[in-house]
């Protein structure tokens, strides 16, 4: 949204940010305080969340005053991640994923994209061995010692999970190699491959609970 705000005697029209990047709600952010910092040549714009249980204060920085032809902003801060919250089941399996997926997070928020993309890839090594572990725990060592892509192929045989997984892997490695192969994608993209694999995961072990406790009749008979 775009709100008129003067800053070292010069008015401007500016996109205000609609969501707290601290608490992460929507809402009519109110600018309660603007600056022209004629030394870094920007404007600051102190803003303040709406929502009752957070009206945290967060600053926004926008290009030189001088040429203020770009009206959003560039930074935001602080910022809090907004940390996924995975099922019980993808928690259990892989306790490491969810702890390496946080931190990932953590550094995205302060901007740090470069150093997130290979967190999250990380991440999600350690859960596509841990869920293949679980699955085949006599192989662990071998799993262990195996590439992320090795393991989805030869370990993994839910076809759902595979394909999610193989291009979450995909994706992941681009984030750490210095030329990337899937140029139309990136981090954002990422980041619901990964979330995809453990929704299906979270099916698969929901549906073997649900079987195991409820077995068919026809099949207790024999």
Not at 4 to 17: D, K, R
Not at 66 to 74: A, H, L, S
Not at 85 to 99: E, R
Not at 193 to 217: A, C, F, G, H, N
């Amino acid at each position: 949204m775009q709100k008129a705000i003067t800053a070292g005697g010069i008015n401007y029209s500016v996109n205000v940010p609609d969501k707290c990047p601290i608490c992460h709600h929507y809402g009519d952010t109110q600018v309660r305080q603007c600056f022209h910092n004629q030394k870094k040549e920007r404007v600051e714009i102190l803003f303040q969340c709406v929502f009752p249980d957070c009206q945290s204060y967060f600053i926004g920085y926008y290009p030189s005053a001088r040429v203020f032809t770009n009206r959003d902003w560039y930074y935001l801060t602080p910022q809090e991640p907004e940390i996924i919250i995975f099922k019980k089941s993808v928690a259990d399996i892989s306790p490491q994923f969810v702890n390496i997926y946080k931190q990932a997070e953590k550094a995205r928020a302060l901007g740090l994209d470069d150093i997130a993309g290979p967190g999250y890839r990380k991440a999600f090594e350690f859960l596509i061995k841990d869920y293949a572990k679980s699955l085949t725990p006599e192989k662990g060592k071998d799993i262990e010692k195996k590439f992320a892509g090795a393991v989805v192929d030869e370990y993994i045989a839910d076809k759902r999970i595979q394909a999610a997984a193989k291009r979450a892997l995909w994706l992941g490695n681009d984030e750490t190699h210095y030329l990337k192969k899937w140029e139309s994608h990136d981090i954002e993209d990422l980041i619901v491959l990964i979330k995809l694999t453990t929704d299906w995961i979270d099916i698969e072990q929901l549906s073997k609970k649900y079987v195991r406790e409820m077995p068919d009749e026809k099949t207790e008979k024999k």
